[in-house]
């Protein structure tokens, strides 16, 4: 801010440094008016008569020293009254209105829609499209009759890694899953794998439960438009998705459906949703029941 110096005038000498600061602008002072008329000498005259009476404030000596100087032209001792403000009769007889919660979406169902079905499930036998496993790794989504199917981040985490059917020469990965990305949701340590997108997957970084992150499509191998979902504990991305043994799907991978309903209800331990081997069929007249063999008993358990 840019500060203005006054000049500090004596004061006895106020009524002439004001009659003098006129006499500058009335031009008495000018060298071609050198022979002052009576007329001038009587104007003047009076013009000092008149700011005589004038008081001039006393500027500081130094005005560093007082931050305020303004605070002189004040009466010592006045008290100055402040208006008091009231509220209108309405708003003063009103109840302050109520603070609204904000609640945080942790967890979603990665497709929007309410009528979306599951049509292929976890771990089902399935030689023909996965020759090295014989098993679907994750669970299989659809919206009948919805070609636009929206899809939203299930979790609060990151996106760490991304890959694009147009490119297959960059992202091998791709060639198979289509548009793909790995959401990373560090609060319980997992990682969910989106593919098949009709688009260009969602940017790396920071991702928020139930923003949008694309539409479902049919890119890669796939039949049908529809969202492959895994779930694999850990930190994953496409140079450590390992679905070349059972045994690492078995150890690695999770029900991604039952780990969204899970902790969907509210639920904060881990979550039972490891695959486990069916049992073997028993053979006809073997009976369940400890200690007996009968054929009877057996046929009254293998048929309630």
């Known amino acids: 801010m840019q500060k203005t110096w006054l000049l500090r005038p004596s004061p006895g000498k106020s009524a002439a440094t004001l009659a003098f600061s006129l006499c500058l602008l009335t031009g008495c002072f000018e060298e071609e008016n050198k022979t002052q008329s009576k007329n001038q000498e009587s104007t003047t005259a009076q013009v000092v008569e ?172 796939a039949n049908g438009v529809h969202l492959h979902f895994e779930c694999w504990k850990g930190r994953r991305t496409a140079n450590t998705r390992d679905v070349s043994l059972l045994e690492n799907l078995i150890r690695l991978t999770e029900d991604p459906a039952c780990v969204l309903a899970h902790y969907l209800s509210g639920k904060t331990n881990e979550p039972p949703c490891s695959w486990q081997e069916p049992e073997a069929p028993q053979p006809f007249g073997t009976s369940r029941t400890v200690g007996t063999s009968s054929l009877l008993d057996a046929l009254h358990h293998e048929n309630p």
């Open 50 to 221: 008149t700011v005589s009476g004038i008081e001039v404030p006393t500027v500081p000596e130094n005005p560093l020293e007082q931050s305020d100087w303004t605070a002189d032209f004040l009466e010592p001792g006045k008290v100055v009254e402040v208006p008091e403000i009231t509220l209108p009769a309405e708003a003063a007889g009103k109840e302050p209105a109520p603070i609204e919660e904000v609640t945080t979406v942790t967890w979603c169902l990665p497709v929007k829609s309410q009528n979306a079905v599951m049509t292929r499930g976890y771990m089902v036998v399935n030689w023909t499209d996965y020759p090295k496993t014989g098993h679907h790794p994750g669970v299989d989504y659809d919206v009948p009759g919805d070609e636009d199917v929206q899809l939203q981040f299930c979790g609060n985490g990151d996106v760490v890694d991304r890959g694009e059917f147009s490119n297959i020469k960059r992202y091998p990965l791709a060639k198979w899953l289509g548009n793909y990305f790995f959401l990373y949701v560090p609060s319980i340590d997992r990682t969910f794998l989106y593919a098949h997108l009709r688009d260009a997957p969602p940017a790396l970084g920071q991702a928020n439960a139930g923003d949008p992150c694309g539409i479902a499509g049919k890119t890669g191998t």
